[in-house]
């Protein structure tokens, strides 16, 4: 395991807030902050400096909020840091996912969730070198979705198969768990990865946990712990869903 320290920057224009969050990311021992700043017009620059790897974000600031400062970034085309946007404020939690949010964190920010975070980051360190770039637009992005009784973060490792249901999808996970979140299966196939694929009106599998194809029934089958999970495939996606795995294999 890399034991080096996760580079952060923080963007905060509240010196409090700024503070606070400085003394709670060094006190994990898992991160060091290599930059700070209370002025979001300084932030683009910073983050050019310093190339960290996570960045504390804020997303209400006055003249310039933490979308304005990606929005930036993007058009410099620079290299971009998984974002850790931090807010009061819960109802951002959806265009957080827009700018594919590496995660969110509520004010005030509670220790343990923050730990959280940046062991998430250590684990997937060895992907997140390799796909660093890809950041604000690839696979190793927490989904942030409206649910049914609030707000619902989602990892699409985690994802066996999403459903269509009416105006709303459900998210099957490997553990059995199942979450529905309000949104078209139409939207969440726009903000999911290369192993994800959609087999028919009503169903997107994750082609990492396939375990094989019923032709007869013409469904997709998944085997977890000794379970079984089903869902269907349309017969003209068939051949379409084989080259979409072959075309994975070919890459590696």
Request: charged share 25%.
């Amino acid at each position: 395991m890399n034991d080096e320290k996760i580079r952060t920057i923080i963007v905060e224009d509240e010196p409090e807030a700024l503070d606070l969050l400085s003394g709670l990311i060094e006190a994990t021992g898992l991160a060091t902050v290599e930059a700070s700043t209370y002025d979001p017009y300084e932030a683009v620059d910073l983050i050019n400096r310093f190339d960290p790897e996570l960045l504390f974000l804020d997303i209400q600031m006055p003249g310039m909020s933490g979308f304005d400062i990606l929005n930036e970034l993007r058009k410099l085309n620079t290299m971009n840091p998984h974002v850790v946007f931090t807010t009061a404020h819960d109802e951002y939690a959806i265009k957080a996912f827009d700018y594919a949010a590496f995660d969110y964190l509520l004010k005030p920010i509670d220790p343990d969730r923050l730990i959280e975070t940046l062991h998430r980051y250590r684990q997937n360190n060895h992907k997140v070198a390799a796909e660093r770039s890809e950041a604000m637009f690839g696979n190793e992005k927490i989904l942030i979705f409206r649910g049914v009784t609030g707000v619902t973060f989602i990892d699409p490792a985690d994802v066996l198969f999403i459903t269509a249901d009416g105006n709303y999808s459900n998210f099957n996970f490997i553990s059995g768990r199942i979450e529905t979140v309000t949104a078209l299966l139409g939207t969440v196939e726009m903000h999911l990865g290369k192993h994800f694929f959609r087999t028919g009106r009503s169903c997107i599998v994750n082609t990492s946990y396939l375990a094989r194809i019923d032709l007869k029934q013409m469904q997709c089958v998944f085997i977890r712990e000794d379970k079984e999970y089903r869902c269907e495939i349309s017969r003209d996606k068939v051949k379409q869903l084989m080259d979409h795995i072959k075309s994975r294999f070919s890459e590696n």
